[in-house]
Structures are given as C-alpha cells and as structure tokens.
C-alpha cells in the first residue's frame, strides 16, 4: 500500500486517515466490480458480501473521535479558503 505524508496533520489523524483512505479504495473497486457486466450470481454475492462487510468496518471506525480530530483540524485552517487553489 503506498503511504502518503500528510502535511501538518497529527501522527493519529494522519494513520485514520490511512486507513479510511485503504477502506474507501477497496469499496470503490467493489463497486467498479459490481458494474462490471455479465457477472454471474455468484459473483454478484461476493462482490454485495464483501462490499457490505466493508462499510460496516468503515461506519465503525467513522466514530465522534475521528470527527473530532477532523473538526480540530479544520478549526486550525484560515476561514478565508480563497487564498487556497482548490
């Protein structure tokens, strides 16, 4: 898995955010695999099994901790975002 530094961030926002970043590849390529065509049930129920378990593992690491190192991230940010290239 490549690891990208994350500039300014702690060390623990920066390793959740690492592994959501992981999560949310492998969900995205459950997804890409679903619309795949002429998959056959059985796949189907994989790919459906795999992409279920995934979310669920992803809802519960998305908890009021990490929603508060986000906040506490933003909340250090400039509230002029123009300055920003976006």
Known sequence: ???????????????????????????????????????????????????LASTIHLHSHCNENLQNLIAEELEKLPDDVEDYNL
């Open 1 to 51: 898995m490549l690891r990208r530094k994350r500039r300014g961030l702690k060390p623990t926002i920066s390793r959740r955010l690492a592994l959501r970043d992981h999560k949310g590849q492998n969900i995205i390529a459950l997804v890409n695999q679903f619309q795949l065509a002429d998959l056959s049930n059985k796949q189907k129920v994989e790919i459906l099994a795999e992409f």
